[in-house]
T-cell receptor, first 114, second 111 residues
Framework: EAQVTQNPRYLITVTGKKLTVTCSQN?????MSWYRQDPGLGLRQIYY???????DKGDVPEGYKVSRKEKRNFPLILESPSPNQTSLYFC?????????????FGPGTRLTVL | GQQLNQSPQSMFIQEGEDVSMNCTSS?????WLWYKQEPGEGPVLLIA?????ELTSNGRLTAQFGITRKDSFLNISASIPSDVGIYFC???????????FGDGTTLTVKP
């Protein structure tokens, strides 16, 4: 089954404790993105990647890092999480061929930083 | 950065009514997209629009790409309870990796 998976689905952590949210897709997509969703603010793009070793900042990259060492994986790293990073995070992937604009979204990761 | 203003923020309608929502931008987009998000899930693409003036349908959904390329509209006809969810517009330009989303329209349909 074609899908985007994220782990963990739920995470409660404390300020300053480094964490990684993993994202993996099995559709051989070139493009991958991370978004955060906050009430009343919609989805805001954090980082995106157009291929292996190619990443770029979205609209709200501060406090986040990403890496794209393999095509299928695009982890989101919070080196020193802060309470304002409490949010619902979505990973998405798409391909520049065929359905160019069909982004497939993962199920979301709800992060709480205390 | 680019911003999308989506309205209305929320709608409460009776089953069977038609729904209209729109998205406006301060700058031009080459592609407009409409997504639906149901509780506990990620957004799912409903309609993609690629040309100014384009009108595209997907079942009871119809969306239009504004002539100025700064706006888009989504209409839902004869709403049903399963239409409940948050609807997002999104814009993309030549950098296909970058997407800008609106704040969403929350739709509630009363049976």
């Amino acid at each position: 089954e074609a899908q985007v998976t994220q782990n963990p689905r739920y995470l409660i952590t404390v300020t300053g404790k480094k964490l990684t949210v993993t994202c993996s897709q099995n559709m051989n997509h070139e493009y991958m993105s991370w978004y955060r969703q906050d009430p009343g603010l919609g989805l805001r793009q954090i980082y995106y990647s157009m291929n292996v070793e190619v990443t770029d900042k979205g609209d709200v990259p501060e406090g986040y890092k990403v890496s794209r060492k393999e095509k299928r994986n695009f982890p989101l790293i919070l080196e020193s999480p802060s309470p304002n990073q409490t949010s619902l995070y979505f990973c998405a992937s798409s391909s520049p061929t065929g359905g160019l604009n069909e982004q497939f979204f993962g199920p979301g990761t709800r992060l709480t930083v205390l | 950065g680019q911003q999308l203003n989506q309205s209305p923020q929320s709608m409460f309608i009776q089953e069977g009514e038609d729904v209209s929502m729109n998205c406006t931008s301060s700058s031009i987009f080459n592609t407009w997209l409409w997504y639906k998000q149901e509780p506990g899930e990620g957004p799912v693409l409903l309609i993609a629009l690629y040309k100014a003036g384009e009108l595209t349908s997907n079942g009871r959904l119809t969306a239009q790409f504004g002539i100025t390329r700064k706006d888009s509209f989504l209409n839902i006809s004869a709403s049903i309870p399963s239409d409940v969810g948050i609807y997002f517009c999104a814009g993309r330009n030549t950098n296909a990796g970058k997407s800008t989303f609106g704040d969403g329209t929350t739709l509630t349909v009363k049976p």
